[in-house]
């Protein structure tokens, strides 16, 4: 229902996601067997140069889900999910092979157009990234490169997506500011907002609080809880707890496979692989 | 294991040794340290004292020179006819053939200069980087003599072809040159500028949908603006300092005008003619040329200055 065209229709989009929410409520009593997909991997491999770094993987991603991409240092936990916007392709020595759909478009064909992918799939990075701006042209950034021009959609748009990333209250005094005067937790989250200000369908997040304190931590932990209802969110991450924490679902990386893809519940109390639970075990030793 | 047995060994001196015997032997080493920071600070001395000394020099001379000829004639006066009967000294058409020589180079210099360093650290491949950077060091190595000479044997007849009317000597073939010069010295430091801009950057904007375009616009050049400003200034202060090509190519008439196919003169060019042997010391050509001095010496002094100011304005820390 959500079409690949730039976001003019930005507007038409949030009536739209009205109609959603009210559908929605009655999607999630009957649909709870089978949810909707937003991304469907089929046989992905992925090279760089001669590493084999993802071998013939399998995944669905939910809707409005988050799902959480667990497994040690070098498993190719991050280069899937540079797959899922193309970022990976940043790398010139990268050749994939398979297919991955999101809404049922087959992305990794070259003339699928990338920067509409991106247009759609938000992605948060392990080190807060912010653009030496302030911190408004931060989040503007991105409905300004789309076309929007007008100051005071500009300006909505601005304060709804600090909102969304619960950092509002603390910035609204120093819009003007450059945002990296802010603490490592208050640019993360305003990457967050910065994400959410296209209104993205997906958020693909890497470590995102890898690089913060835990109180900071805990913020980020609970804006991905209320991000939830709206996106559809993919976190990699490091800690256990956390993915049992925040995720709906969990994939276990291990050697560019995926040995194990389940509910976060069963993964962290019955997992049926041993691999999975050596890995999380040890974690948690 | 092993490095243990050495280091028990009782023939050999343990690290702690090695190191208490430095310490005491450090007699040497504390003269040296005392030493070292003064001649430092004498070497570094010398060039101060030198730029001071320069500058006291040049004043002087100035001050004299005003005592002959007044300010206001100096510095509003369109004509300079220093060897005439009745000698005037505009300083006008100097300064304005210096800024129209200026413009012209950097019009050449600045678009050129940043579209290469926009290729170079944007769009070029690492191998094409490789071989591109050190032929616009070459371009950076070519005695400016060459340039007056290639401008004025080259670059005015191919000018003249296609617009007789221009002149044997004018200045928009030494302006253009002069841009050609500078073009690798804008391109570099911008570029040097742009490769600093961290990639996280450039990720976190096309992770939002920005075209390659947008993230080198609007993302990198932005974050780069500071060093991109400070490769212009000191372009301009190239321009403005540069000597040999405007005296060969853009001779030597003292023309007041803005056309730019006519000859005019630099203050450096004027230094470099008056001082070619026609100023008897004390005589007013001869102060003359401190007071031109002077003049272009002000101008690159507020340059550095305004390039201070901008950069920091437009600084975007990261
Ligand atoms: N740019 C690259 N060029 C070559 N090989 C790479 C590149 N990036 C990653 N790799 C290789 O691909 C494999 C997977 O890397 P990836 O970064 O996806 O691991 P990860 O699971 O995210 O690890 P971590 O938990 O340390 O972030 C590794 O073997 C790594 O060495
Ligand atoms: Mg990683």
């Known amino acids: 229902m959500a079409t690949l065209t730039k976001p003019n229709i930005k507007v038409k989009r949030q009536v739209i996601s009205e109609e959603e929410a009210t559908s929605e409520v009655a999607a999630t009593t009957k649909q709870n067997v089978h949810k909707k997909t937003v991304y469907d991997t089929k046989d992905l491999n992925l090279w760089y140069g001669d590493t084999h770094a993802l071998k013939d993987i399998n995944l669905s991603i939910y809707e409005k889900e988050v799902t959480a991409i667990i497994g040690p240092s070098g498993c190719g936990k991050s280069t899937y999910l540079k797959t899922l916007n193309r970022m990976v392709e940043l790398v010139p020595s990268v050749k994939t092979s398979g297919v991955i759909t999101y809404k049922d478009k087959s992305i990794l064909d070259k003339s699928f157009k990338v920067e509409d992918l991106r247009t759609k799939v938000g992605m948060v990075f392990q080190k807060p990234n912010p653009f030496p701006k302030s911190i408004y042209e931060n989040i503007a950034y991105g409905p300004k490169i789309h076309g929007i021009r007008n100051k005071k959609i500009l300006d909505e748009i601005v304060e709804k997506s600090l909102r969304g990333a619960s950092i509002w209250d603390e910035v609204k005094d120093r819009l003007k500011e450059n945002a990296y005067g802010l603490s490592g937790g208050q640019q993360q989250r305003i990457c967050i907002a910065r994400c959410l200000a296209i209104e993205p369908d997906v958020i693909l997040m890497d470590e995102p609080t890898s690089a913060l304190d835990p109180k900071s931590t805990l913020r980020v932990e609970e804006l991905i809880q209320e991000l939830k209802k709206d996106y559809s969110i993919v976190i990699v991450t490091h800690n256990m707890q956390q993915a049992a924490r925040i995720s709906d679902r969990t994939a276990f990386f291990l050697n560019g496979e995926v040995v194990e893809y389940d509910e976060t519940d069963k993964i962290f109390t019955n997992p049926s692989d041993n691999r999975t639970e050596d890995y999380i075990s040890g974690r948690f030793g | ?318």
């Open chain 2, 1 to 318: 294991m092993a490095l243990d047995n050495k280091i028990d060994n009782q023939d050999k001196p343990s690290i702690q040794d090695m190191i208490a015997k430095k310490k005491n032997g450090k007699n040497l080493t504390s003269i040296t340290e005392k030493v070292i920071p003064v001649l430092l600070f004498l070497i570094a001395a010398v060039s101060i004292f030198t730029t001071i000394g320069i500058v006291y020099t040049l004043l002087i001379e100035t001050i004299e020179f005003f005592k002959r000829v007044p300010v206001m004639d100096f510095f509003t006066g369109t004509a300079l006819k220093p060897l005439s009967q009745n000698p005037e000294f505009g300083v006008l058409p100097l300064i304005n053939g210096t800024i129209i020589s200026s413009i012209i180079a950097m019009l050449v210099a600045g678009p050129i200069g940043i579209m290469t360093a926009v290729f170079l650290s944007e769009y070029a491949s690492e191998r094409v980087r490789r071989t591109l950077k050190p032929m616009l060091e070459i371009l950076a190595g070519i005695p400016t003599i060459v340039y007056g000479f290639f401008a004025f044997t080259f670059v005015t007849p191919l000018i003249r072809e296609v617009f007789p009317s221009v002149e044997a000597t004018n200045i928009l073939s030494p302006g253009l040159v002069m841009g050609v010069m500078i073009i690798p010295m804008i391109a570099s430091l911008s570029e040097d500028a742009m490769t600093s801009v961290p990639n996280a950057m450039r990720e976190g904007a096309l992770a939002l949908g920005a075209t390659k375009l947008e993230v080198t616009f609007r993302v990198v050049i932005p974050a780069a603006l500071s060093g991109i400003i400070a490769s212009f200034v000191l372009g301009i202060s190239r321009a403005i300092g540069e000597t040999m090509i405007v005296t060969i190519a853009s001779g030597s008439s003292k023309n007041f005008t803005f056309d730019i196919t006519q000859s005019m003169q630099t203050m450096t060019a004027y230094i470099v003619e008056v001082s070619g042997g026609e100023a008897p010391a004390g005589s007013t050509i001869y102060f003359s040329l401190y007071a031109v001095a002077m003049t272009l010496f002000v101008f690159t002094l507020l340059m550095n200055l305004l390039a201070r100011y901008v950069s920091r304005k437009f600084r975007e820390e990261y």
